[in-house]
């Protein structure tokens, strides 16, 4: 009993012995960490950070800007080396002092776009060597933003800023065009809108469009006759804004003045036809008068676009055997005259031809009056509107099953 008692005792002594050793350590080691982490934390730590942008596509790209604070709270007051304190140096960084923000973003296309934080030599040299232990530096980099300006996708639909989806159009996102349909769900393959036969990939970006007419819907044929002139490249940037297409009878006298209006023409695929060197009467002239009027200016068309007209109408409508033997071309006239030079008005005129057109009209106005231009204008989205397609004189009887023969008289093309 005695013995054991003493052993007990014995111990326990022993294990106290232990704790003191123990308690030691640990006081030492907690001095340590104190002082360790006081040195820490008495280096001021400063951070700068690029300050995120968003923009919409399409507006001017942002001046992007950083700002630094002091993460673990300093005092301004505190002195990063003689006569400077960290309060100046928040203050100078703030003000964009001591290095650069870098980025290259297409604000036409919706993305993030890192923004690059680029230090000065000599502040970099100065926290390496000089402020060494003085005070703690990093930064955060960021990012500009360019959102899409319609809006935002939603799993397969497009949301636009309103909160409606996109219906039934077309979208550009990070620069490939899509197409929604009449539920708001992208479109996959092959489909025919409004006038263009679109391909679609299995991820909904646009792989081709072409022109396509459907020969069962109503089209119409704008030409337009005397020019080319001042006004001409006006009516050809409406047509083109709306993917629209026509056909001039120009005068081979009026050509030379005018090459950028044809190759214009060309490049947006109107028709370039033959309206006579200078508007004369083909009926008053001779056979070789005819054919001077006539491959003059097709030689005149040929120098701007590498190749002749392929319609010809004759001045006033008016022609004989021997024009049509000359012509060579196929005649092409008109089945509404919307008498242009007369009525002098846009909205006149508009009106007129609004009342008055019909699938496969050949419709003739006068592209060097302002009014006529004007007027053609307002048509060309009004027609389509409407349902027309608007298409040049040949590609009208194309669809409409004609084969258009040299000589031969055509003023409309209505269906059989
Ligand atoms: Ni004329």
């Known amino acids: 009993m005695k013995l054991q008692k003493s052993a007990g005792l014995k111990f326990r002594r022993e ?23 006081l040195k820490m934390t008495s280096v001021p730590k400063v951070l700068l950070k690029v300050n995120p942008v968003t923009i919409l596509q399409d507006e001017e790209l942002p001046k992007v800007k950083a700002s630094a604070v002091c993460v673990n709270k300093k005092k301004p007051k505190k002195k990063i080396e003689k006569g400077y304190t960290l309060g100046q140096f928040l203050e ?6 001591g290095y650069k923000l870098k980025y290259k973003a297409d604000n036409t296309k919706e993305g993030t776009y890192p923004v690059q934080i680029v230090m000065d030599k000599a502040l970099e040299k100065k926290l390496s060597q000089k402020w060494r232990g003085k005070v703690k530096f990093s930064v955060e980099e960021g990012v500009v933003t360019v959102r899409n300006k319609y809006g ?37 393959g092959e489909r025919i809108i409004a006038d263009q036969k679109c391909v679609f990939g299995k991820d909904g970006k646009l792989i081709s469009r072409e022109r396509y007419l459907n020969p069962d819907m109503p089209m119409v044929a704008l030409t337009f006759d005397d020019g080319p002139g001042k006004y001409t490249e006006t009516l050809l940037q409406a047509l083109e804004k709306h993917d629209a297409r026509a056909t001039f009878l120009m005068l081979g006298s009026r050509v030379g003045q005018y090459p950028n209006a044809l190759k214009k023409m060309e490049e ?36 701007v676009v590498g190749h002749g007209a392929s319609i010809v109408r004759p001045p006033y409508g008016s022609f004989n ?5 000359v012509a060579g071309l196929p005649i092409v006239l008109w089945s509404v005259d919307t008498l242009d030079w007369k009525r002098k008005d846009a909205a006149q005129i508009t009106e007129y031809v609004m009342n008055t057109v019909s699938d496969g009209d050949i419709i003739l106005m006068h592209d060097i009056h302002d009014f006529s231009v004007n007027s053609a204008i307002e048509l060309i989205p009004k027609l389509k509107e409407k349902g027309f397609q608007l298409v040049t004189v040949s590609e009208m009887a194309k669809a409409r099953g004609v084969t258009l023969k040299p000589g031969v008289k055509y003023f409309r093309f209505y269906k059989e």
């Open 268 to 303: 947006i695929g109107c028709e370039l036809g033959n309206h006579s060197w200078d508007h004369a009467n083909l009926v008053k002239l001779d056979e070789t008068g005819i054919r001077a009027e006539i491959e003059q200016t097709n030689q005149a068309i040929e120098a």
């Open 15 to 37: 294990h106290k012995k232990k704790q003191k050793y123990v308690m030691a350590a640990a006081g030492v080691l907690a001095v340590l960490c104190l002082f360790a982490g």
């Open 321 to 325: 055997a021997t024009v049509r033997g």
């Open 92 to 97: 100078e960084l703030n003000a964009g002092k």
């Open 152 to 188: 935002t996708w939603d799993g397969s639909k497009f949301k636009k800023l309103d909160g409606t989806y996109v219906v039934s159009d077309f979208i550009v996102s990070k620069g490939e065009e899509y197409f929604f349909d009449e539920n708001g769900e992208m479109c996959t």
